[in-house]
């Protein structure tokens, strides 16, 4: 899986800091933890090469974080049922392929990781958390996600990248609360309109998958900070796409763009464009209308002239406009044109 963005990360932190509480007794050995069973709130046992967790578990009834992380479990004991209080839970780095119906019965569980394991859909028991705030089901085989995901009222953050999905449920609108929503390097190539009722998303990666369009819902999204569309199969964007005046960073590479909506001038908050291989040969007339762009790459389109509308751009700092077909007299004199930036033309 791609490096996860520096801004995706501080989004992260600031849920987690928001939902983590400061516990009282930490332990990394099982038998440790069993001697203080009440005291223990925290039990970490990554990497420690289980292959399966003692029944012992079920005695310790007051843990509230378990990381179970980078072992070699294949599955999980009944007794887990008895952790009735645990809110958080790292299951990522094993072997599962399904979740006993126990563990539905953690009615506490806020954050859970089932990452790089081996399950080919989408536990339909994550339904039965309604304390839910955050799941990450990175790189499995999960080919399909559950029509009743609607039902997680309080999901923040929802990560499923590197899996299988070739689409998404139509009720994926209905999770209202969500922030996070990360499906890069899947097979998905339709987005449904609902996932315009996502509206308190900040944070939305689709890279790396089969779209050829998007909703024209996607100017619903209102608090959308972050959009990378990256590697996928555009050949046009919806006129919508300027109405996300919230937009900061727009990934917009590796796709099939010849031309680029006039609209996309209303993107006043836009700090980082990345339009790098695609086939433009030009510039909206409103493209020097972005109040805030300070980063922008047009590497490796079918340019044969350089764009004066850049120079119009005051905010600019860093420009790539690398690997297009404009002379080498003109490169020269962009170049001089720009002392103050950061440019690339070769």
């Known amino acids: 899986m791609k490096k996860t963005s520096f801004t995706l990360f501080c989004f992260i932190v600031v849920v987690l800091t928001s939902v983590t509480k400061i516990f009282s007794e930490e332990y990394f050995s099982i038998q440790k933890a069993l001697e203080n069973a009440r005291r223990a709130t925290s039990l970490d046992l990554s990497n420690s090469n289980l292959k399966k967790l003692p029944k012992t578990i079920g005695l310790l009834v007051n843990l509230r974080i378990l990381n179970l992380s980078e072992n070699k479990l294949t599955s999980l004991p009944q007794e887990i ?35 790089r394991n081996h399950f080919v859909e989408f536990p339909k028991i994550f339904t039965r958390f309604n304390r839910l705030e955050e799941v990450y089901a990175n790189n499995n085989k999960i080919d399909k996600l559950t029509r009743k995901i609607g039902v997680l009222k309080k999901l923040q953050i929802l990560q499923i990248s ?30 449904p309109t609902n996932i315009g009722k996502l509206k308190n998303l900040e944070f939305l990666d689709l890279s790396s998958n089969n779209i050829k369009k998007l909703p024209l819902a996607i100017a619903l999204l209102q608090k959308l900070e972050f959009l990378d569309i990256s590697q996928n199969k555009l050949s046009f964007l919806p006129k919508e796409i300027g109405k996300l005046k919230n937009l900061q960073e727009l990934k917009l590479h590796y796709n099939e763009l010849a031309v680029l909506p006039e609209e996309m001038g ?73 002392p103050y930036l950061k440019v690339e033309m070769r």
Do not use: C, W
């Not at 899996?163 to 987005?191: A, D, T, Y």
């Not at 908050?269 to 040969?281: G, S």
């Open 266 to 338: 209303g993107l006043i908050n836009l700090i980082i464009l990345n339009l790098a291989t695609n086939k433009l040969t030009h510039l909206p007339k409103k493209f020097a209308a972005f109040e805030n762009l300070q980063m922008l790459n047009l590497k490796d389109n079918l340019f044969i002239h350089f764009p004066e509308k850049i120079s119009e751009i005051n905010t600019l700092q860093e420009l790539d406009f690398s690997g297009n077909k404009i002379t080498k007299k003109e490169q020269e004199e962009m170049e001089k044109l720009f």
């Open 81 to 115: 049922r008895n952790l009735k209080r645990l809110e958080i839970l790292y299951l990522n780095n094993n072997q599962l392929t399904y979740l006993p119906k126990e563990v539905g019965k953690l009615s506490s569980i806020k954050i859970l990781d089932i990452s």
């Open 162 to 191: 590197a899996n299988q999905l070739m689409e998404l449920p139509s009720n994926i609108g209905k999770m209202k609360n969500l922030r996070i929503l990360v499906l890069s390097e899947n097979r998905i190539g339709e987005i």
